[in-house]
């Protein structure tokens, strides 16, 4: 049941997460928005007010475990509950062959990527087990399934949240707290298009032809839109859906079936 509950969505800035938001809102949730990023946060707070329900912004830096705690805690004080949570902040991490990776570079791709979304549900599921009752999504990406070359880092703590959230619904179920990951496919927008214009010019090619190729690899030749992502987390979060944990759902126009 979306409507009336409480949620928090990390990395809801902007992007996906805003999508998410925004979604949940429509539904009728009040929408707590956890980033880093003040102004974009209001942004989407004032953007999800428009939906007649409540818009908190709360800045949160994933990688301080006192930030999120604190965090977890005011909106318990301010909200009585939480029923919703969407792991959506996520970072690329370095594009670099593996032996060319830093240390330190690996370390804050999981310190965000993996790392957060486990802290956020430390701190979350008392309060939802006491309540008998909670839906957890976590952001992977279909990286957490197949291969990206240069992307070790990001790709390790992507399936590391399949894998996360596979265990996670198998402890929590009986206490009616349900936990599923999304897995998008590239999405489109600003962002993917400045990767296909870096990559069209390192190999002589167009804008199009990069672009047509990404399309090329899904049936249904064509990329996914945020709304797509909000629209199946907010379908998770429903109870037409009480029944779904423990699953990886790809949203990515068929690019990857399984
Ligand atoms: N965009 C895609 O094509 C795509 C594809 C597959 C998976 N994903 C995943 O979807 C999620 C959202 O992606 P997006 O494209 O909307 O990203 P984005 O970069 O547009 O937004 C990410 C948000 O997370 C926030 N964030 C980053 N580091 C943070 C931290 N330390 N603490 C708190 N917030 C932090 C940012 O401020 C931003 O608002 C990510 O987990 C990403 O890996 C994206």
Redesign the pocket.
Known sequence: MVSGSTAIV?????????AICCALAAEGADVVI????RE??AETAALVEEEGVRGYPVQ????SFE?IEATVEEVLEEFGSIDILVN?????GPTAECEAVEPEEWDQTM???LR?PFLMCRQVLPSMKEQGYGRIVN?????GKRPLTQRTP?ATA?MGLIGFTRTLAAEVGEDDINVNAV?????D?P??DRVFEAKAEAQGRTYEEVRGDAEAESPRREL?Q?ED?AQTVSYLCSSSADRITGQDVNVSAGKVMY
């Open positions: 990390t990395g809801g800035g902007r992007g996906i997460g805003r956890a980033d880093i990023d974009e946060m949160t830096d994933l990688r930030d959506n902040a996520g970072i690329a310190a965000v990527n957060g952001i992977s990406s279909v990286t990001y992507k897995c998008p496919g590239s999405v927008g962002r993917i996914v945020k992502i």
